[in-house]
């Protein structure tokens, strides 16, 4: 894998801000580029959320600065890119972005070194509208760079927090080694981006210029994309309770908790809503929510935004800290129903990963309800659902540099929705059905958009019944995870019944796993726990650009003679680009294809290595060719289940997607 070590040496140079390189020379204005997920937009027609804002990529911008990036390596800045590239800027420099359509407010993403000691620094980033400087945004690392093995530290001159683990560093077990391997420190950094959001004084038109320059306070600053929206006025409750007459404090100043849960007490009382008007509400604990709506003015204009509490003793459920969030009753006391949030920010302060803590922004179980048109931020979880519960809609949120994953339904959730949301920056799964103890079934993922998850997967199923994964965009996934995944794994109950996998498409996935040393699939099904056996349909799927395979079918080495994989059917599926194969099969099992397209395929169409005992008989998986599968990757010579197994396959980069 020559491609992905040559990454590994120059972008770890990258991500530690050591050296600079050479300044492009300034390019003039540039005529805007919107892209979605880094891609044309005619790409992904019909696929992802549809969103209120434009993105465009900063190396598609004028700048003075330099381009970094592509790199797909884990630990490097251009990785955890949007599109793999983005913009570094020396202090001073600036990149340029001409508006495409009218716009008062902006999000921009980025990336600013952490202290040199670890907790990271804050940095002006000056803010011009056609030359005229207009506001300064306050950028900070505070939120950012983990370091280390899980569950990861913020200090980057911690020893390795399992010295016990294998490591790919070493090739070693380091406590069992002799002489101990020398493991260079800051040992894997990673998240190293944040995003802020900033309102205009004003709307600017389509063809005016947004130029950011960056502060002397951070040695680089690296501009990976910047969202232009055009707000609307704030929206106003009228039949309901307004928290300011509870003495809510609406700049921010005094807790406000009091006041929204007396509010919360009347409002279920009486019937109406609870309305949060425009400002900032401090809030550092659990709302508790039962049969109550609470509605903001939108989330540009209502912000719920706490500090993280050490807890002293921890509480009974482990939790050593607490922070805002909204939550149902916990499903042993009954859980809650009949529960409606829409319209309002919650802005978290989780600047670590504690997994027994309970800061997320909304928790607990909620049947009944509806979670709408949220911005959440700075959480550990965005929205984690301990079941059982059923019935709940979450739908048309914003849901960006999490701690962990964006939404996870843990443990029997039902009947249930997530559809049109978009997830940026997580630190594990982008949207997740955990059926850990509990079946989760006929829950729907439809229409949203992942980008960059930092670790794991952009969609993750992990067993079930009757689940449909449907028309999702899967973006840039990093390390130890791809775009879809379906593992029976973490001791989740099985798949049963069916899986639906249907027109969804990813974009720059099929990840390293440092663990096994190769790379997976844009999706990937893991038998680790028991078999996976249910019927599952992946039809209309398309796969662009793929780090490795754009589909794998695997089992740990341990377990390889135990547990297969059944029954899996493709159809009409397009395959844009492959640094390795179309299938890469590691593991016991059979799959079907029809109407399955590729094109620019890196290596053998299907690497099969069965469950590598390479028996006389042939692989221990089987491929069967249903017809109408195009472009070569499935010869009639790998049929049924020809052995062609390279473990570890040299690495062609695919060419950028394109029209099909």
Same mark, same amino acid.
């Given at each position: 894998?020559?491609?992905?070590?040559?990454?590994?040496?120059?972008?770890?140079?990258?991500?530690?801000?050591?050296?600079?390189?050479?300044?492009?020379?300034?390019?003039?204005?540039?005529?805007?580029?919107?892209?979605?997920?880094? $891609?044309?937009?005619?790409?992904?027609?019909?696929?992802?959320?549809?969103?209120?804002?434009?993105?465009? #990529?900063?190396?598609? !911008?004028?700048?003075?600065?330099?381009?970094?990036?592509?790199?797909?390596?884990?630990?490097?800045?251009?990785?955890?890119?949007?599109?793999?590239?983005?913009?570094?800027?020396?202090?001073?420099?600036?990149?340029?972005?001409? *508006?495409?359509?009218?716009?008062?407010?902006?999000?921009?993403?980025?990336?600013?070194?952490?202290?040199?000691?670890?907790?990271?620094?804050?940095?002006? $980033?000056?803010?011009?509208?056609?030359?005229?400087?207009? &506001?300064?945004?306050?950028?900070?690392?505070?939120?950012?760079?983990?370091? %280390?093995?899980?569950?990861?530290? =913020?200090?980057?001159?911690?020893?390795?927090?399992?010295?016990?683990?294998?490591?790919? +560093?070493?090739?070693?077990?380091?406590?069992?080694?002799?002489?101990?391997?020398?493991?260079?420190?800051?040992?894997?950094?990673?998240?190293?981006?944040?995003?802020?959001?900033?309102?205009?004084?004003?709307?600017?038109? &389509?063809?005016?210029?947004?130029?950011?320059?960056?502060? %002397?306070?951070?040695?680089?600053?690296?501009?990976?994309?910047?969202?232009?929206?055009?707000?609307?006025? /704030?929206?106003?409750?009228?039949?309901?309770?307004?928290?300011?007459?509870?003495?809510?404090? /609406?700049?921010?100043?005094?807790?406000?908790?009091?006041?929204?849960?007396?509010?919360?007490?009347?409002?279920?009382?009486?019937?109406?809503?609870?309305? *949060?008007?425009?400002?900032?509400?401090?809030?550092?604990?659990?709302?508790?929510?039962?049969?109550?709506?609470?509605?903001?003015?939108?989330?540009?204009?209502?912000?719920?935004?706490?500090?993280?509490?050490? $807890?002293?003793?921890?509480?009974?459920?482990?939790?050593?800290?607490?922070?805002?969030?909204?939550?149902?009753?916990?499903?042993?006391?009954?859980?809650?129903?009949?529960?409606?949030?829409?319209?309002?920010?919650? +802005?978290?302060?989780?600047?670590?990963?504690?997994?027994?803590?309970?800061?997320?922004?909304?928790?607990?179980?909620?049947?009944?309800?509806?979670?709408?048109?949220?911005?959440?931020?700075?959480?550990?979880?965005?929205?984690?659902?301990?079941?059982?519960?059923?019935?709940?809609?979450? #739908?048309? =949120?914003?849901?960006?540099?999490?701690?962990?994953? &964006?939404?996870?339904?843990?443990?029997?959730?039902?009947?249930?929705?997530?559809?049109?949301?978009?997830?940026?920056?997580?630190?594990?799964?982008?949207?997740?059905?955990?059926?850990?103890? #509990?079946? %989760?079934?006929?829950?729907?993922?439809?229409?949203?958009?992942?980008?960059?998850?930092?670790?794991?997967?952009?969609?993750?199923?992990?067993?079930?019944?009757? =689940?449909?994964?449907?028309?999702? $965009?899967?973006?840039?996934?990093?390390?130890?995870?791809?775009?879809?995944?379906?593992?029976?794994?973490?001791?989740?109950?099985?798949?049963?019944?069916?899986?639906?996998?249907?027109?969804?498409?990813?974009?720059?996935?099929?990840?390293?796993? *440092?663990?096994?040393?190769?790379? *997976?699939?844009?999706?990937?099904?893991?038998?680790?726990?028991?078999?996976?056996?249910?019927?599952?349909?992946?039809?209309?799927?398309?796969?662009?650009? =793929?780090?490795?395979?754009?589909?794998?079918?695997?089992?740990?080495?341990?377990?390889?003679?135990?547990?297969?994989?059944?029954?899996?059917?493709?159809?009409?599926?397009?395959?844009?680009?492959?640094?390795?194969?179309?299938?890469?099969?590691?593991?016991?099992?059979?799959?079907?294809? +029809?109407?399955?397209? !590729?094109?620019?395929?890196?290596?053998?169409?299907?690497? %099969?290595?069965?469950?590598?005992?390479?028996?006389?008989?042939?692989?221990?998986?089987?491929?069967?060719? !249903?017809?109408?599968?195009?472009?070569?990757?499935?010869? /009639?010579?790998?049929?049924?289940?020809?052995?062609?197994?390279?473990?570890?396959?040299?690495?062609?980069?695919?060419?950028?997607?394109?029209?099909?």
């Amino acid at each position: 894998m020559t491609w992905t070590r040559t990454w590994l040496v120059v972008g770890a140079v990258v991500a530690l801000g050591v050296g600079d390189g050479v300044a492009a020379a300034e390019r003039p204005k540039a005529e805007p580029v919107v892209t979605r997920a880094g $891609l044309a937009p005619q790409l992904v027609d019909g696929r992802g959320a549809d969103v209120p804002f434009l993105e465009q #990529e900063a190396e598609n !911008a004028a700048t003075d600065g330099t381009v970094i990036g592509p790199d797909r390596t884990a630990y490097t800045l251009p990785a955890e890119a949007s599109g793999r590239t983005a913009v570094r800027l020396l202090p001073g420099r600036h990149v340029e972005f001409t *508006l495409p359509a009218d716009a008062n407010a902006i999000t921009v993403r980025y990336s600013i070194p952490d202290a040199r000691d670890g907790g990271g620094i804050t940095a002006p $980033l000056e803010v011009s509208v056609n030359g005229k400087r207009r &506001a300064t945004m306050t950028l900070t690392s505070q939120y950012a760079w983990l370091y %280390n093995q899980y569950p990861f530290s =913020n200090d980057p001159g911690a020893d390795l927090l399992h010295p016990d683990w294998w490591i790919t +560093e070493c090739a070693c077990v380091p406590s069992q080694t002799n002489p101990p391997p020398v493991i260079s420190k800051p040992f894997r950094p990673s998240h190293f981006y944040d995003e802020a959001r900033l309102r205009l004084d004003r709307t600017y038109r &389509a063809g005016d210029t947004v130029r950011l320059t960056a502060g %002397n306070r951070a040695e680089w600053t690296v501009i990976d994309l910047l969202d232009s929206e055009l707000v609307g006025r /704030p929206h106003v409750e009228k039949r309901a309770l307004d928290v300011r007459l509870f003495g809510a404090d /609406p700049t921010g100043r005094r807790d406000a908790a009091p006041a929204i849960e007396h509010a919360i007490a009347l409002a279920r009382f009486l019937n109406v809503p609870v309305y *949060l008007p425009p400002g900032t509400f401090q809030v550092n604990r659990h709302i508790v929510v039962d049969d109550v709506t609470i509605t903001g003015a939108g989330n540009w204009h209502t912000v719920v935004k706490g500090r993280e509490v050490a $807890l002293d003793p921890p509480a009974p459920d482990g939790s050593a800290h607490t922070g805002v969030g909204f939550y149902g009753r916990a499903a042993q006391d009954g859980g809650s129903r009949n529960v409606h949030l829409s319209g309002f920010t919650i +802005e978290g302060d989780v600047r670590e990963r504690i997994d027994t803590d309970q800061v997320n922004g909304i928790g607990g179980a909620m049947s009944d309800s509806t979670i709408r048109g949220m911005h959440i931020h700075h959480t550990k979880v965005g929205l984690w659902f301990d079941g059982p519960m059923s019935n709940t809609v979450i #739908e048309d =949120n914003v849901l960006t540099d999490q701690v962990a994953d &964006a939404l996870n339904f843990h443990t029997g959730v039902t009947d249930s929705v997530v559809r049109n949301n978009f997830v940026r920056n997580t630190g594990d799964d982008g949207l997740a059905m955990w059926a850990e103890h #509990e079946q %989760n079934a006929r829950n729907t993922f439809d229409h949203n958009t992942v980008q960059t998850p930092v670790l794991a997967n952009g969609i993750a199923l992990y067993g079930g019944t009757d =689940n449909t994964v449907s028309h999702n $965009l899967v973006a840039d996934p990093v390390r130890e995870g791809s775009g879809i995944h379906v593992g029976s794994r973490f001791g989740a109950e099985p798949f049963t019944g069916h899986v639906r996998i249907t027109d969804n498409t990813t974009v720059r996935a099929g990840t390293y796993e *440092l663990n096994w040393n190769i790379g *997976l699939g844009a999706i990937w099904f893991y038998a680790l726990d028991r078999d996976i056996d249910a019927d599952i349909q992946a039809v209309g799927n398309h796969f662009l650009d =793929n780090t490795y395979n754009a589909i794998m079918f695997v089992s740990d080495w341990p377990v390889k003679d135990l547990y297969a994989i059944r029954g899996v059917r493709f159809a009409d599926t397009r395959v844009d680009g492959t640094g390795t194969s179309v299938l890469s099969a590691r593991v016991m099992g059979d799959a079907t294809f +029809e109407n399955t397209d !590729a094109r620019n395929v890196g290596a053998v169409g299907v690497n %099969n290595c069965g469950s590598f005992n390479f028996p006389a008989t042939g692989s221990e998986f089987t491929v069967t060719d !249903a017809g109408g599968n195009d472009g070569g990757w499935l010869a /009639p010579w790998m049929l049924p289940n020809t052995i062609t197994c390279d473990d570890r396959p040299q690495v062609v980069p695919p060419p950028a997607p394109s029209a099909w």
